[in-house]
């Protein structure tokens, strides 16, 4: 990914004295955990880059979910940001830490030789590129085929068999639809938006609650129908993601709403009885899009920049983005029916960004972790949930 990256790092190692690496410790971020293969890689490049230059450093990654989120933005404000961070790019997230990161180009400068790329579709706000992505993302609907096949069930390719497929399982007490509601309700959201919302819509940035389209509510009035429709476990509202996604793993819950990254955690084996699907439409068909983008990527800190390791930090971000490194984190190959499926899932369907993407942290957290939740289980209308975000202004003034 990074051309010349691995002799570069040889320059700047014989540049640094054996004094220079004394004491020199250094502080990552990332959310390369979980005991997934992608979070074994990750340590491991870790620590071969410390045998290699002398250094130490201090990883203080955890599983992506909105608490992994608010802690990063919480370490920048409290400056205790570290020096090399895995995060968001180009959102509403980054966009609150432009400050404290350094643009790619400045880094260029003063290191020609790394040459990092910048990325047009990752340009922050300022028009400034900060982030060396590391991959593109899709998510879509993964089914066990296994399980559709021994209830001799089609797959959920329409609302019917999505139905259908839920009072099935239900009945022979097999999960429909894991999913987490009080941990990682995101995928639910975005998919039950999929299930109502067209092309055109999904793209819309509502700056008052008049212009809220009709079929955004109609996606949350999905969401409960699923609820009651016993799609999710009955203690969807207080388990966690890690819980929901190894029933899936486990082959004891026929559907889960997840992403790319997801594939990292399936055995070959796996990929040949999973498949992963877009979402079935409300009035029939399936979606037109599913989503997608480059949402993460590797930063450098303007705190490790302006600092004496700034040397040490460049470094290690080289390492981490070099083309070895990339390899190994980027443990998404696909085989098998998971691959077939994924295929079919995006030829000739648009890629659409995420709706929570674009908002900004209060309005996303109060969308999925009060809004939907409480919609599901009915305590909460559709008007009253878009009205609630609405006021917090989501997409700016």
Same mark, same amino acid.
């Given at each position: 990914?990074?051309?010349?990256?691995?002799?570069?790092?040889?320059?700047?190692?014989?540049?640094?004295?054996?004094?220079?690496?004394?004491?020199?410790?250094?502080?990552?971020?990332?959310?390369?955990?979980?005991?997934?293969?992608?979070?074994?890689?990750?340590?491991?490049?870790?620590?071969?880059?410390?045998?290699?230059?002398?250094?130490?450093?201090?990883?203080?990654?955890?599983?992506?979910?909105?608490?992994?989120?608010?802690?990063?933005?919480?370490?920048?404000?409290?400056?205790?940001?570290?020096?090399?961070?895995?995060?968001?790019?180009?959102?509403?997230?980054?966009?609150?830490?432009?400050?404290?990161?350094?643009?790619?180009?400045?880094?260029?400068?003063?290191?020609?030789?790394?040459?990092?790329?910048?990325?047009?579709?990752?340009?922050?706000?300022?028009?400034?590129?900060?982030?060396?992505?590391?991959?593109?993302?899709?998510?879509?609907?993964?089914?066990?085929?296994?399980?559709?096949?021994?209830?001799?069930?089609?797959?959920?390719?329409?609302?019917?068999?999505?139905?259908?497929?839920?009072?099935?399982?239900?009945?022979?007490?097999?999960?429909?639809?894991?999913?987490?509601?009080?941990?990682?309700?995101?995928?639910?959201?975005?998919?039950?938006?999929?299930?109502?919302?067209?092309?055109?819509?999904?793209?819309?940035?509502?700056?008052?609650?008049?212009?809220?389209?009709?079929?955004?509510?109609?996606?949350?009035?999905?969401?409960?129908?699923?609820?009651?429709? @016993?799609?999710?476990?009955?203690? *969807?509202?207080?388990?966690?993601?890690? $819980?929901?996604? !190894?029933? #899936? &793993?486990?082959? %004891? +819950?026929?559907?889960?709403?997840?992403?790319?990254?997801?594939?990292?955690?399936?055995?070959?084996?796996?990929?040949?009885?999973?498949?992963?699907?877009?979402?079935? @439409?409300?009035?029939?068909?399936? *979606?037109?899009?599913?989503?997608?983008? $480059?949402?993460? !990527?590797? #930063? &450098?800190?303007? %705190? +490790?920049?302006?600092?004496?390791?700034?040397?040490?930090?460049?470094?290690?971000?080289?390492?981490?983005?070099?083309?070895?490194?990339?390899?190994?984190?980027?443990?998404?190959?696909?085989?098998?029916?998971?691959?077939?499926?994924?295929?079919?899932?995006?030829? !000739?369907?648009?890629?659409?960004?995420?709706?929570?993407?674009?908002?900004?942290?209060?309005?996303?957290?109060?969308?999925?972790?009060?809004?939907?939740?409480?919609?599901?289980?009915?305590?909460?209308?559709?008007?009253?949930?878009?009205?609630?975000?609405?006021?917090?202004?989501?997409?700016?003034?």
């Amino acid at each position: 990914m990074i051309r010349k990256a691995l002799c570069t790092l040889l320059i700047i190692f014989l540049l640094c004295s054996s004094a220079c690496a004394e004491d020199i410790t250094l502080h990552t971020i990332s959310c390369f955990a979980g005991g997934n293969s992608a979070g074994d890689a990750y340590v491991s490049i870790l620590r071969d880059f410390e045998t290699a230059t002398g250094y130490t450093v201090i990883d203080e990654s955890s599983t992506s979910n909105e608490a992994w989120k608010a802690g990063v933005l919480k370490c920048f404000a409290a400056g205790d940001e570290p020096d090399v961070l895995f995060f968001f790019a180009a959102g509403a997230d980054s966009k609150l830490l432009l400050n404290r990161l350094v643009p790619l180009t400045e880094i260029n400068v003063a290191y020609p030789d790394l040459a990092f790329p910048q990325e047009n579709v990752l340009k922050e706000a300022d028009g400034q590129v900060y982030a060396i992505p590391l991959y593109s993302f899709w998510e879509g609907l993964f089914v066990n085929t296994d399980l559709f096949d021994r209830f001799g069930l089609d797959l959920p390719t329409d609302w019917e068999k999505l139905v259908r497929a839920i009072r099935v399982f239900r009945e022979n007490d097999i999960v429909p639809i894991s999913v987490s509601l009080s941990d990682i309700p995101h995928y639910l959201a975005e998919f039950a938006m999929l299930a109502c919302v067209p092309p055109e819509e999904l793209a819309l940035r509502p700056k008052t609650i008049e212009e809220v389209p009709e079929s955004w509510y109609k996606a949350m009035e999905v969401i409960h129908e699923l609820y009651k429709l @016993g799609a999710f476990r009955d203690d *969807a509202a207080f388990t966690t993601e890690s $819980v929901t996604t !190894g029933l #899936f &793993l486990d082959g %004891k +819950a026929a559907m889960q709403f997840d992403g790319s990254w997801q594939v990292a955690s399936f055995s070959e084996k796996q990929m040949n009885s999973i498949a992963v699907l877009p979402m079935p @439409g409300r009035d029939g068909g399936q *979606a037109e899009c599913y989503p997608g983008g $480059v949402s993460m !990527g590797f #930063f &450098l800190t303007r %705190k +490790a920049w302006n600092s004496s390791r700034r040397d040490a930090a460049v470094s290690l971000l080289a390492s981490l983005t070099s083309k070895e490194s990339m390899e190994k984190l980027d443990n998404q190959s696909m085989t098998g029916r998971l691959r077939s499926s994924w295929e079919q899932m995006t030829e !000739g369907r648009h890629m659409s960004q995420p709706l929570q993407d674009a908002m900004n942290q209060q309005a996303r957290e109060t969308w999925l972790l009060e809004c939907v939740p409480a919609v599901a289980e009915g305590g909460m209308t559709p008007e009253e949930c878009w009205q609630k975000v609405m006021e917090l202004k989501p997409f700016g003034e």
